[in-house]
Structures are given as structure tokens and as C-alpha cells.
């Protein structure tokens, strides 16, 4: 009697265990981009919607930043904590992961972003309601857009604007590098590609 309850729940468990590495990671991408989409513009909504009342330029910069961290720590040892097309696209570049993982890779990303995006709506939907009397407008004082996306400034021609992106991509969302310098240089920090 007791070795049948024992192999029914351990076969339970065993049913809920992914045994699929490249599903492993694809959930482990989903989650990691999710948790930055929510936390990261979680952090921006709530100073915009607040209208600075609540939170300005301080909690961004403190609340982005640690969103990223935090996707990148719960899912770096699965998949390598990419939660970026842009990281996933220069890691196949370089040889750093098969070509094969890449349009799963991207699209588990995606859909963790709009999942994300999705609950932070939901999370936010009375505040949005009340910001612009039930408005969603892209431009303007009012704008709601720019929680979830940037946008150029109205001068910004599109060869500087792609300059400003693609600098951006380099610096801020290399973390390592597409070689991984932190982990060259300063052995105590690991590199999970």
C-alpha cells in the first residue's frame, strides 16, 4: 500500500519536471523577461501614473537596473539570463549559442514581454483609467505609451537614432560581452552562455 502511494507520487512529480533542456530554457527566457517587463516598467509606471508623487526619476534608475538584475539571476543559471533578443542575437553571432535556439530563444522573450506587459496593464489598469480621463495616448502630457517602449524625440533623424540604439545595446545590455569579458578579467563573476 505504501509503495503504491510512494510510486504515485513520485511518478506525480516526475510528470511535472521538464526533461527537455531546450524547454527549460525557453521557460526559464519567458520568466526572465516577464519579471523584468513587470518589475522594470512596474518601476516606471508608478512614478509617470503618480504623475512624480510616488516615485520619479530616482526610482527608475534604482527599479530598472534591479529588474534586470534579477531577471538575470533568476534566470541565468537555465538559459543564461538573456531576457533580450538583441543578447540572444549577438550570443548566435559569436558562436556563444546554436542558431537552432534562436527563434525560440526570441520567442519566448516576446511572448514573456507581452505577457509582462499584459499584467502590468492589468496591475495598473485603474490607474491608467484615471490618468487621462480613460485616454491611452501615445503623445503629449499625457502620454502612457512610454512606459512600455521608447520613443525618438521629434529631431532625432532615424541614422542617429539606430547610432543611439546600437550603443545602447553595447553598453548597457552587453554585461559581459558577446565574449564574456567579465568573466576574463574578473574570475569571480560567472558567465552562464
Not at 533580450?84 to 514573456?112: E, I, T
Request: aromatic share 14%; hydrophobic share 50%; net charge positive.
Amino acid at each position: 500500500m505504501q509503495s503504491e502511494t510512494r510510486q504515485r507520487k513520485k511518478s506525480w512529480k516526475q510528470r511535472l519536471v521538464l526533461k527537455n533542456s531546450l524547454a527549460k530554457e525557453m521557460l526559464s527566457e519567458f520568466l526572465g523577461t516577464f519579471i523584468m517587463i513587470v518589475l522594470g516598467c512596474g518601476s516606471v509606471a508608478q512614478a509617470v501614473l503618480s504623475r512624480g508623487h510616488f516615485g520619479g526619476i530616482v526610482t527608475i534608475i534604482i527599479g530598472f537596473p534591479m529588474a534586470v538584475g534579477m531577471a538575470i539571476y533568476v534566470t541565468g543559471g537555465v538559459s543564461g539570463g538573456h531576457v533580450n533578443p538583441a543578447v540572444s542575437f549577438a550570443m548566435c553571432l559569436f558562436g556563444r549559442m546554436k542558431w537552432v535556439k534562436f527563434p525560440f530563444y526570441v520567442g519566448a522573450q516576446l511572448l514573456g514581454a507581452f505577457v509582462g506587459s499584459a499584467v502590468l496593464f492589468g496591475i495598473y489598469y485603474d490607474a491608467f483609467m484615471s490618468f487621462a480621463g480613460g485616454k491611452l495616448l501615445i503623445v503629449g502630457e499625457n502620454a502612457t505609451a512610454h512606459i512600455f517602449a521608447t520613443y525618438p524625440a521629434p529631431y532625432l533623424s532615424l541614422a542617429n537614432a539606430f547610432a543611439e540604439q546600437s550603443w545602447e545595446q553595447l553598453l548597457v545590455d552587453s554585461r559581459g560581452g558577446p565574449f564574456c569579458w567579465s568573466c576574463h578579467w574578473r574570475p569571480h563573476l560567472r558567465c552562464f552562455h
